[in-house]
Each structure stands twice: as C-alpha cells, then as structure tokens.
Nanobody, 118 residues
Framework: QVQLMESGGGLVQAGGSLRLACVAS????????MSWYRQAPGKEREFVAT????????KYASSVKGRFTISRDNERMSVYLQMNSLKPEDTAVYYC???????????WGQGTQVTVSS
C-alpha cells in the first residue's frame, strides 16, 4: 500500500501560479499511476491529470490542458502539479491519488485547498 500527503495549496489571485506536491510513503512510487483530482464545494470530485509510473505518459482534463503540468520524481517519492494562469473556477480541494492500474482502487491523500480570487 501507499500513503499520500499533499501540500502547496493556498490563496492566489487569478492569473497566478501554485505548485502542489504529493509525497508518498510505503510501496515504491514507480509502481503506481499517479493522478490529481479536485472537488469544488457542492460538486463531485473530478479528474485533473494523470501520469504513468515512468512519467512517460500524461493526460489532462480539457479544462486545465495547457495551464497545468503533472510531473513526478520516483526517487523522491513525489508527484507535482504545476498550475499556471489560475482561474477562480480552479478553486477546489485538490487530491493526489495512486492506482496500480488505471481503473483500479485509488489510494487518496487528505487534500489541499486551492483558492483563486478574482
């Protein structure tokens, strides 16, 4: 199993940037697909980005493509989400998730709040 802890959230003005980090412990991180999801108040949790175990493949939600970049450092047991050109609609709690294969059980972190003011 893997345990996850996110950090890096905060309050930022529209157009600004934040970098989220997710630090893992337990199993070697390279065996997991790693993803970022987000959940805004009153809405369901939604997919943001995912990266393969080696980092060779990434996928993004259309709403963040071109603005967000997911990356990973398996030696540091860490995954990152660089968020640029932030918009008020990006306001949400951001969660890091780990899956052995896509579609399997997701191990979640506790989340980190991102608030973008207009």
């Amino acid at each position: 199993q893997v345990q996850l802890m996110e950090s890096g959230g905060g309050l930022v003005q529209a157009g600004g940037s934040l970098r989220l980090a997710c630090v893992a412990s337990g199993d070697p991180l390279g065996m997991y697909y790693m993803s970022w999801y987000r959940q805004a108040p009153g809405k369901e949790r939604e997919f943001v980005a995912t990266i393969s175990g080696s980092g060779a493949r990434t996928k993004y939600a259309s709403s963040v493509k071109g603005r967000f970049t997911i990356s990973r450092d398996n030696e540091r047991m860490s995954v990152y989400l660089q968020m640029n050109s932030l918009k008020p609609e990006d306001t949400a709690v951001y969660y890091c998730g780990a899956q052995v294969v896509l579609g399997s059980k997701i191990y979640w972190g506790q989340g980190t709040q991102v608030t973008v003011s207009s």
